[in-house]
């Protein structure tokens, strides 16, 4: 039992990050509901299957279980989360320097309402591929979907980033164009 | 900016792609200023989302740990499930509800037609058909003196013109399709094909069906307690070798118990006795497992032989055989 449970709090130090990170852009950057269903998903795994499963298997068990629970969050009228997160948000000590932190911050959200604007499945695919380094194949594997679907949704997702990045910065520029003229 | 070769790109960064497919979109990339951009924009993305930083704070993450470990000490471990995959099964009991239910209602649609089947033929039975045989003549002349061969076993076997029952006149007749020993096998000679009741043509050919069917019925039966009596183990110890037997047996359940309904339809108490006590013996044989040992065989011998039942099959066939060779 304490082997197993040496085990398994390996297992946690390993992933538990990856998967908050992973839910935390699945879910907009909801960071504390992000770390809530990591801790689900988690205790899901010791209750039930951990001991059954093998361990190289855990880690795809987890993302499963996880994205579960965050698509039965976007059910879920999520008014009461995204006001708690903001509270946590003002209440949270900022670190030591304030500019770097907010230039992160800005990157952050910019990386987030792009990610928000893809299809969920899209955006659970590049995630899977772009943070945890899944092969298509894994990832078929924990979305219980074909490989040539992971195929179509990371490129769909690539390809609608791009357009939306090159939207954005047209905007950028007429805005910054039409500043100048107005500072002309 | 699109080109065909931009999803080849997306692969070629994901290194989905093969060597030589890597090396042709490669060669490609070097000519083809898009494919150039569109692979620095999604290494840029990338870049952008694997750098994405969570906000974890050790201490909660350390907290989250202990929290699981000791919730789940708490509370018993639960048997492991596989996780929901998309489609979940939440009207699962409701469709089993309704799934019992219906077949309730055919279980007892099945029933009530039965039942309807032998109230029709029965019917049939009490009002023969208007231009009846010359037997049947006699017996709607004197319905009480009709010779129904109804083995009682409280009637003395051995007496051919053994009355029938006066005390309970309005008793309905039990009506026979063909003639059965009883199970004593004293009577054989006594026991005449029934001729007492006029049936349409249709029923008496059925009647002349189950008739033979059964007679085959326990032929077999028969043949296959002799030959499971004559199982052996080829060394002592080693199991027995019952496969044939076990098939056989497990042909000759659906016949018994169907021919056990057809019985029982007909009110012929006698085959349907012999059919019900052959049935757990079948069963017990087709039963057996692949290696059965001496002593499964030795058991269900001793209760064949306790039985007699294969004496009873013996006579029975032949009776039955007789008799429908007399009906032809």
């Known amino acids: 039992m304490a082997s197993e449970d040496e085990e398994f709090t390996m297992l946690f130090q390993e992933f538990y990050p990856s998967l908050c990170r992973f839910l935390e852009c699945l879910l907009g950057g909801r960071a504390n509901l992000a770390q809530d269903l990591a801790q689900e998903s988690f205790l899901q795994l010791h209750r039930t299957a951990w001991g059954t499963l093998p361990v190289n298997e855990a880690r795809f068990w987890l993302y499963r279980v996880a994205r579960n629970f965050a698509l039965n969050e976007f059910r879920k009228s999520n008014t009461r989360y995204r006001l708690f997160d903001r509270v946590v948000e003002v209440m949270t000590p900022r670190s030591r320097n304030p500019e770097q932190e907010y230039e992160t911050r800005e990157r952050q959200e910019l990386v987030l309402q792009m990610l928000r604007k893809l299809p969920e499945d899209q955006r659970v695919a590049l995630l899977l591929r772009e943070q945890e380094q899944l092969s298509y194949r894994e990832i078929g594997q924990v979305l219980n979907v074909s490989e040539s679907k992971v195929k179509i949704d990371i490129f769909r997702a690539r390809t609608a980033l791009r357009e939306s990045w090159t939207k954005r910065a047209r905007a950028f520029h007429a805005n910054a164009g039409s500043q100048g003229t107005l500072e002309m | ?328």
Not at chain 2, 87 to 94: M, V
Not at chain 2, 112 to 118: F, G, P, S
Not at chain 2, 220 to 242: I, M, Q, Y
Not at chain 2, 278 to 287: G, S, T
């Open chain 2, 1 to 328: 900016m699109s080109c065909d070769f931009t999803e080849k790109i997306s692969l070629l960064i994901d290194g989905e792609l093969s060597e030589y497919e890597a090396r042709e979109v490669q060669r490609h990339l070097s000519g083809c200023a898009g494919c150039q951009a569109a692979r620095a924009d999604f290494l840029s993305f990338r870049t952008e989302i694997s750098s994405y930083g969570a906000s974890l704070n050790p201490a909660v993450q350390a907290d989250a740990l202990k929290r699981i470990l000791g919730q789940s000490t708490d509370q018993p471990r639960v048997a492991p499930v596989k996780p929901k995959l998309g489609w979940s099964w939440n009207f699962a009991p409701r469709a089993v509800a309704f799934a019992s239910l219906i077949l309730v209602a055919a279980l007892i649609g099945f029933i009530v037609y039965r039942a309807a089947q032998n109230n029709e033929s029965s019917v049939a039975q009490k009002n023969p058909a208007p231009v009846p045989s010359p037997t049947a003549q006699i017996a709607s002349a004197t319905p009480e003196a009709t010779p129904l061969a109804s083995p009682e076993p409280s009637q003395t076997p051995g007496a051919p013109g053994a009355k029938p029952s006066e005390k309970n006149p309005s008793k309905p007749k039990s009506v026979r399709r063909y003639p059965v020993l009883p199970n004593d096998g004293n009577n054989i000679a006594n026991l005449q094909p029934n001729t007492d009741v006029a049936q349409p043509s249709t029923s008496a050919n059925n009647a002349g069906d189950i008739q033979a069917l059964t007679a085959m019925h326990f032929e077999k039966s028969e043949l296959l307690l002799r030959a499971f009596r004559n199982v052996r183990s080829t060394k002592p110890g080693r199991p027995v070798d019952v496969d044939y037997e076990r098939k056989l047996a497990q042909q000759l359940i659906v016949r018994n118990m169907m021919l056990k309904r057809e019985a029982d339809a007909a009110g012929d108490i006698q085959v349907a006795s012999l059919l019900e006590s052959l049935e757990p013996l079948l069963l017990d044989i087709a039963n057996l497992p692949q290696g059965a040992g001496a002593d499964d065989v030795r058991v269900i011998n001793d209760r064949v032989e306790r039985k007699n039942i294969v004496a009873l099959l013996q006579v029975n066939s032949t009776m039955l055989a007789r008799a429908r060779d007399d009906d032809d």
